[in-house]
Each structure stands twice: as C-alpha cells, then as structure tokens.
C-alpha cells in the first residue's frame, strides 16, 4: 500500500480549505499525538527506546552543524535540533526527491503549516527534538523548508548502513 507523500496531503488540505497557517515565528503544536508511518526512511521512533542523542544545530548561514549523520540501520535517534539563528528554521527528514518537492510547494504557500514526526520547527533561540528509528539502510536527506532556506543550501544527509548479516 502506497501512502502520498506528506507535501502531497499538504497541498490537498489547502485546495480544499483546510487550515493553513503561518510558517513565522510562532512554534507549531499539535492537540493530537503525531501518527507513526512508515516512511522510506524510517517511522517514529519511542523515547523508552533512543540509542543516542545527536546534537544538530542550525543557524541563519543556512548550514547544518553537523550536515552528515551516519546511521546504523535499526537504530532510534534523539535528534536535538538547536536554532542558533534570529529566523525560525526547521528539520525535515525525507528522500531528496520529497523535500525538493516540498521546497518547491513551500515557495508557492510559505504560510502553510504543516507537524509530523519527521519534522521539527524551532523559533530563534530554541530548541526541539525528533525521535526516529531509521529502520531502512539507504542515504536519505534532511533540509529546512522555509522558504528559501532549502534553496541557499540549507541542507543535510543521513548515511544509515545495512544491518550486519549474520552467517
């Protein structure tokens, strides 16, 4: 079963008129609890269950510190996300081809308002958390989606290896 793309249900609740709000300064909550999918590149992971924490921080050079993570396949991280900077940034996990995407829809509504596990927005001076579990081995990327932002070079990658196999 194919599952659209989180841009995709993005753009589809704007067109029909759901809530799309602000990408600015405010910090984004949700009521609800996000949802667990599985995505290429991994599902939620649970705090119970984090390996290690990785420390990420990101400022208004547009650059990720550090801006390569390496991976081992199975494995829950704690990605601490720390804005340096006077601007609202964000971390969105995803395939090149789907924040690429999703960089290109967030030129056309910058306004829009979007929380999933993958993702973390983080106001100047704070700081937020994603806990994933990179369950599928590949390179995958990660990118601040502010408009703008992805297309100055705000961008990362994950390296996740293969499990080894035992004989």
Known sequence: MHTLPSWLLALGLLVAGGHALAH???PHHSAAPLKKEQQVFGIAGDAGQVNRTVTVTMG??????PDHLQVREGETLRLRIRNQGQLMHELVIGTPEELDAHAKLMEKFPDMEHEEAHMAHVPPGGSG????RFNRAGQFDFACLVAGHFQAGMRGRIT???RSKKP
């Open 129 to 132: 958390d994603i806990i994933w």
């Open 60 to 65: 208004d050079d547009m650059r990720f510190k």
């Open 160 to 162: 996740v290896t293969p």
């Open 24 to 26: 600015g300064p405010q």
